[in-house]
């Protein structure tokens, strides 16, 4: 994961791939087939509140993967056979007179990708600035296409790309389709069938998700009401003064921090099993016990994304994501395998409170209770994720585009090479060197609970 500005592209003829516009047509004449998932609903509120408003956010995600020359027929035949096992890049939204927001698909039969004759840009920032043209032009979760793909050739390696709204993809997403988009190409260019799974789709999941929409949320609103009351009566924002106001809303700063290699995770791993927890439960005592000593209190809360994926898991391009709340307390002079365990109770407490989308839960919660700049604490191990062993996938990026906030966020990403933290924060020099000194804290606490303390701390 990094940011826009720190994505290395290199130069050269960039060619470009979305769905036609009479597509759209034909995916209208379907009929509806369904409405969409929870996320995707509050996703399509707020970009028509900011259509209103004239400033839509705009939340797209671009990942990249390197591959070999790029055989540009090939490439077609992949990206087309792509979005016709996939449906959420088949979808189209619209609000009804009901006032109802509906999903339309595009038949996989009627997909037709049209392709540009490519554009030279002699620079990576050329590269990079035609990327986010084709962004904004295409990410409109209200419009057509959702989606589009580039490919970036002319050296002995070519780089291609996904960009898409979050509408439609979460991380495994990303690594999905550069997996697939890899192993469709190379099949093409050798003509012979790819070796896919069916895929699962994600119009079935989103019926799934809203089954439930009557039944009473009394016990686990309760269990979220509470939360709040830990946290001063809110949403917990990022623990650690970053310096700006609430009420600002400033360009932010991205940044992928190395926490260690993967042998000091596998130290990590071993150690939380040995004593009663897991890494993800490490990484969240390692946090409260930084925050603690940078000023920001004694109780832990954050946002922990899940998937809800099914399983056993199906290929399935779509945002499979909800949230459960977690906190606990790290007074000091508590030991940390204490501290884990309390917060590997938290999170397996919420989780099975929680049968409800999260955001079905924050719509119920009270009105005085505060959710702005709510702070996510995210955790995922990729390397079992389609694409993780070369030499199918190359380098896999995912990255944001530019946006505006106050908060702070955190994810955590075990990859094959090591362990990462990508931090979001104002790019303001107090929020940054405040980020800084939490991250240093955090792998510092972690190493020395597993006696690897002599470790360098992050630049």
């Not at 390692?286 to 004694?298: K, W």
Request: some cysteine.
């Amino acid at each position: 994961m990094v940011g826009l500005d720190d994505l290395s592209v290199g130069h050269g003829r960039l060619m470009t791939w979305q769905l036609t516009d009479a597509s759209k047509e034909v995916a209208a004449e379907a009929g509806p087939a369904g409405p969409p998932s929870h996320n995707q609903e509050l996703r399509l509120r707020q970009a028509e509140a900011g259509h209103a408003s004239g400033r839509w956010p705009r939340r797209w995600h671009l990942s990249a993967s390197v591959a070999d020359t790029v055989d540009p027929a090939a490439l077609q035949l992949a990206l087309t056979e792509f979005v016709r096992r996939h449906d959420t890049l088949r979808s189209l939204f619209r609000r009804e007179s009901d006032g109802a927001v509906r999903r339309y698909v595009l038949p996989a039969s009627a997909v037709e990708l049209k392709r540009s004759r490519g554009e030279w840009c002699g620079t990576e920032e050329k590269v990079l600035a035609a990327l986010s043209r084709l962004a904004d032009t295409v990410t409109d979760p209200w419009g057509w296409p959702g989606t589009a793909f580039a490919a970036l050739t002319g050296g002995r390696e070519s780089t291609l790309f996904l960009v898409s709204d979050h509408l439609h993809v979460d991380l495994y997403s990303h690594l999905l389709a550069a997996d697939e988009i890899n192993r469709l190409h190379r099949a093409h260019r050798e003509s012979r069938a790819a070796d896919l799974a069916e895929p699962g789709s994600f119009d079935a999941h989103a019926r799934e998700d809203r089954k439930d929409d009557a039944r009473p949320l009394d016990g686990t609103v309760e269990h979220w009401t509470r939360f709040a009351r830990a946290m001063g009566g809110r949403l917990p924002a990022f623990p650690l003064d970053l310096g700006v106001p609430s009420t600002d809303a400033m360009p932010l700063f991205r940044r992928n921090i190395p926490l260690f290699d993967e042998e000091t995770a596998s130290a990590v791993e071993l150690w939380c099993a040995r004593h009663g927890g897991t890494v993800p439960a490490a990484l969240m005592a390692a946090s409260a016990l930084s925050v603690r000593e940078l000023g920001g209190g004694s109780t832990f809360g954050a946002l922990v994304p899940m998937s809800t994926r099914p399983v056993p898991v199906q290929p399935s391009v779509g945002w499979y994501v909800s949230a459960v709340p977690v906190w606990f307390e790290a007074p000091a002079g508590t030991a940390f395998a204490d501290v884990m365990r309390q917060a590997r109770q938290s999170f397996r407490t919420s989780r099975c409170r929680q049968d409800a989308a999260v955001e079905r839960v924050l719509a119920a919660l009270p009105s005085h209770i505060a959710q702005d700049r709510t702070f996510w604490f995210s955790y995922a191990d990729t390397r079992s994720t389609p694409g993780a062993e070369p030499p199918q996938v190359s380098n896999p990026r995912l990255t944001f585009n530019p946006s505006l906030g106050a908060g702070g966020d955190v994810w955590i990403n075990r990859n094959p090479d090591g362990t990462h933290m990508h931090v979001r924060c104002p790019n303001t020099p107090q929020a940054v060197k405040t980020m800084h000194a939490y991250a240093s804290g955090l792998r510092a606490h972690l190493l020395d609970a597993v006696g690897r303390g002599q470790g360098q701390p992050p630049q």
